[in-house]
């Protein structure tokens, strides 16, 4: 079955550590994204990529990081930057840019 | 600036008590807008694509209607399983996507 997997689903952070969350795709979709929801606001977007070995900034990146060296992969990195981190990370994936996004089942941070 | 509003924040319903979810939105340029279904402690699930003013999408009991400043999303007869946060998206000129806060739905039975 084709899908967007994220792990893990549940993921404790000390201070002053960084993380890493994976997503993996079987989509064939060009375009990645990542997303921070917060209760009561809409989706932000952190970090998109149109295609392999390339990404840009979305609307709050400080404190994170990415990498797309596959085209199935996209882990994104919370650092020890990122001053409240606690919310549910979603990644996401779509055709090319301008086309639907699907949504894998999301992680769950948490600082300690 | 590019905006987009969902009410109401939550709405309760009694089984089969038929009402409207409304996104209202200002966009320079509007691509398309999308409505997603989302459970607890889950992913978005998409459920419709609008393109233009006057456009239509059913699925079930949901429908979904766009005007050139808002979009309905209808429920007929809701069931207990309809219950969710219904989120809506609206991609603008440059495909960037802007999302609502969402609206929750509890279906009493």
């Known amino acids: 079955d084709g899908g967007i997997t994220q792990s893990p689903k549940y993921l404790f952070r000390k201070e002053g550590q960084n993380v890493t969350l994976s997503c993996e795709q079987n989509?064939?979709?060009?375009?990645m994204y990542w997303y921070r929801q917060d209760p009561g606001q809409g989706l932000r977007l952190i970090y998109y990529?149109?295609?392999?070995?390339?990404?840009q900034k979305g609307d709050i990146a400080e404190g994170y990081s990415v990498s797309r060296e596959k085209k199935e992969s996209f882990p994104l990195t919370v650092t020890s930057a990122q001053k409240n981190p606690t919310a549910f990370y979603l990644c996401?994936?779509?055709?090319?840019?301008?086309?639907?996004?699907?949504f894998g089942p999301g992680t769950r941070l948490t600082v300690l | 600036e590019d905006q987009v509003t969902q009410s109401p924040e939550a709405l309760r319903l009694q089984e089969g008590e038929s009402s409207s979810l409304n996104c209202s939105y200002t966009v320079s340029g509007l691509r398309g807008l999308f409505w997603y279904r989302q459970d607890p402690g889950k992913g978005p699930e998409f459920l419709f694509t609008?393109?233009?003013?006057?456009e239509e999408k059913e699925k079930e009991r949901l429908k979904a209607t766009l005007t050139k400043k808002e979009s309905f999303l209808h429920i007929t007869a809701p069931k207990p399983e309809d219950s969710a946060t219904y989120l809506c998206a609206v991609q603008s000129s440059n495909y960037q996507l802007i999302w609502g806060a969402g609206t929750k739905l509890i279906i009493k039975p």
């Open positions: 609008l393109y233009s003013a006057g």
């Open positions: 990529s149109q295609i392999v070995n390339d990404f």
């Open positions: 996401a994936s779509s055709a090319g840019f301008q086309g639907i996004p699907f």
């Open positions: 989509l064939n979709h060009d375009a």
